[in-house]
Structure formats: C-alpha cells, structure tokens
C-alpha cells in the first residue's frame, strides 16, 4: 500500500469512528516516512521520536486548539528524572506511567 493510501485510510477511518483503525494506518505512515527521512539511522524508535520532533509544528492543530507540544510538560506522566517537571513530548516513552497509576489504592 502507497504511503499516500495509508494516510488516507487513517483520515476516512477516523471519519468514520474507527479511531483503533486509524491510529494504526498513521503509526504505519509515520514510520514509513520517517524510514525515509532518517535511512541511516536502524532504530525504530529514534527514527519515530526524531520524526514526531521534527514535525510536531504539523501534529499541534490537529490535538487541540492552542496545544504548543515543544515547550509543554506534560506533569501527569511519571518520570524518575524529572519527578517536579514532567518530561516534555518527545521524552514520553511507550512505557511511562500516569501519576495516578502509581498513587496506592
């Protein structure tokens, strides 16, 4: 499938409610892309935080008005290195874990 076909199956998908579906076809355009941009670099998720980085100028209207992702720290996601602050976007990592999954029940 083109890159242009997924990223079009990603928009009509989550037209029409299948947001699971259209996650999955924008992860496989941004990884194909960033295989493109970044050919010498082998891994994947260097390649994928570098692209998301690079563009998040493009990801920020389509998050919420106003959302600036470079100088925003997202406070409600655990960080043992930045407990006070809160990583900023390209520092969240697949494997971070919300506050509120860490406060005893």
Do not use: H
């Not at 920020?60 to 409600?76: I, Y």
């Not at 930045?82 to 509120?100: E, L, W, Y």
């Amino acid at each position: 499938m083109k890159l242009s076909e997924q990223v079009l199956c990603a928009i009509d998908d989550a037209e029409a409610g299948k947001f699971n579906a259209a996650l999955f076809y924008a992860c496989i355009s941004i990884d194909t892309t960033s295989k493109r941009l970044y050919p010498s670099e082998k891994r994947v998720g260097v390649r994928y935080v570098n692209y998301l980085l690079k563009y998040c100028w493009l990801l920020e209207p389509m998050l919420g008005a106003g959302l600036n992702l470079v100088d925003t720290r997202f406070s409600n996601i655990w960080n043992v290195k930045m407990v006070r602050s809160g990583p900023k976007f390209g520092q969240i990592r697949a494997n971070a874990k919300p506050i509120c999954d860490m406060l005893p029940q």
